[in-house]
């Protein structure tokens, strides 16, 4: 395998089904000595996506409309 002018390289395939790396993996390159490890990077997870995301945009709406509201409007209600 070689490095190319952009300095990217090709994982063969049975490596990355191997060790999972689907396209998007983000991975770490580490120097041990003369070695150049490539590995996954370790991903911190406070909780899943969508706990992340509703905690993320909570309290973020600028219309101040009550639950009721929404719900008429949602239900074609008037």
Same mark, same amino acid.
């Given at each position: $395998?070689?490095?190319?002018?952009? =300095?990217? !390289? *090709? !994982?063969?395939? /049975?490596?990355?089904?191997?060790? &999972? #790396?689907?396209? =998007?993996? +983000?991975? +770490?390159?580490? /120097? @041990? &000595?003369?070695?150049? #490890? !490539? @590995?996954? @990077?370790?991903?911190?997870?406070?909780? %899943? /996506?969508? *706990? +992340?995301?509703?905690? @993320?945009? /909570? =309290?973020? =709406?600028?219309?101040?409309? *009550? *639950? %009721?509201? !929404? $719900?008429? $409007?949602?239900?074609? +209600?008037?």
């Amino acid at each position: $395998m070689k490095v190319t002018t952009k =300095g990217q !390289i *090709t !994982i063969p395939q /049975a490596v990355r089904n191997r060790y &999972g #790396l689907q396209p =998007g993996t +983000e991975v +770490e390159v580490v /120097a @041990r &000595g003369e070695e150049v #490890l !490539i @590995r996954p @990077r370790k991903v911190e997870r406070k909780g %899943d /996506a969508v *706990t +992340e995301w509703v905690a @993320r945009f /909570a =309290g973020s =709406g600028s219309v101040k409309v *009550t *639950t %009721d509201e !929404i $719900m008429r $409007m949602t239900r074609g +209600e008037e």
